[in-house]
């Protein structure tokens, strides 16, 4: 009689493999190309076109400053996009005597000119002493706005640059100083 063949598979492929590569096939499919289980994606608003988006996020700061007279200045830090500010200053060992010390935030627009910003602050200028404060910049609430009056010398916010200004009436040799500012 003559030779039997099966129709469908051949002598050395078995029903199992292809049942199995066709699993295969259904699980990659479920897991990666079906639309239905990708994770959902929102579109965040386009912000109108004269609006500025700050970044979120913190900046760090150690400006440097050497002290030792009656006036000196930090280094200038960056501060577009800043609105707050937590300073300390930190001061080692002081050699001779610091009296009726302040420090006073500057900001600049320009990069050439700088405005006060905000009232200066009384510092303890001693071996150890540590001075804390925070600077806020002027904010609009939703029932009023806040204009500053046009001026030369003062801002209400923080312009491109920052730096602070160390003065004392009277003044020793040395006052080493660490300096920290926290910008948001």
């Known amino acids: 009689m003559g030779s039997k063949t099966?129709?469908?598979?051949?002598?050395?492929?078995?029903?199992?493999?292809?049942?199995?590569?066709?699993a295969f096939l259904g699980i990659l499919w479920g897991l990666f190309l079906n639309p239905n289980c990708w994770p959902p994606v929102h579109a965040a608003?386009?912000?109108a076109a004269n609006v500025q988006?700050?970044?979120?996020?913190v900046v760090t700061d150690t400006p440097s400053i050497?002290?030792?007279?009656?006036?000196?200045?930090?280094?200038?830090?960056?501060?577009?996009?800043a609105h707050e500010?937590?300073?300390?200053?930190?001061?080692?060992?002081?050699?001779?005597?610091?009296?009726?010390?302040?420090v006073q935030a500057k900001t600049s627009y320009d990069g050439v000119n700088f405005l006060t910003l905000g009232s200066a602050v009384?510092?303890?200028?001693?071996?150890?002493a540590v001075?804390?404060?925070?600077?806020?910049?002027?904010?609009?609430?939703?029932?009023?706005?806040?204009?500053?009056?046009?001026?030369?010398?003062?801002?209400?916010?923080?312009?491109?640059?920052?730096?602070?200004t160390f003065a004392c009436s009277t003044y020793g040799t040395s006052a080493p100083v660490t300096v920290v500012v926290i910008y948001r």
């Open 6 to 22: 099966r129709l469908g598979f051949g002598s050395s492929e078995r029903p199992s493999r292809v049942v199995l590569a066709l």
């Open 122 to 128: 009384t510092v303890t200028a001693t071996t150890g």
């Open 66 to 81: 050497t002290i030792a007279g009656a006036t000196a200045t930090t280094t200038r830090t960056p501060t577009t996009t």
């Open 131 to 164: 001075n804390a404060w925070t600077i806020l910049e002027q904010g609009a609430s939703e029932s009023a706005l806040t204009t500053s009056a046009v001026s030369s010398t003062a801002a209400l916010g923080f312009g491109q640059a920052t730096e602070f």
């Open 85 to 102: 500010a937590q300073i300390q200053w930190t001061f080692g060992t002081v050699v001779g005597s610091y009296g009726t010390c302040t």
């Open 53 to 57: 988006q700050r970044p979120t996020g």
């Open 45 to 47: 608003p386009a912000p």
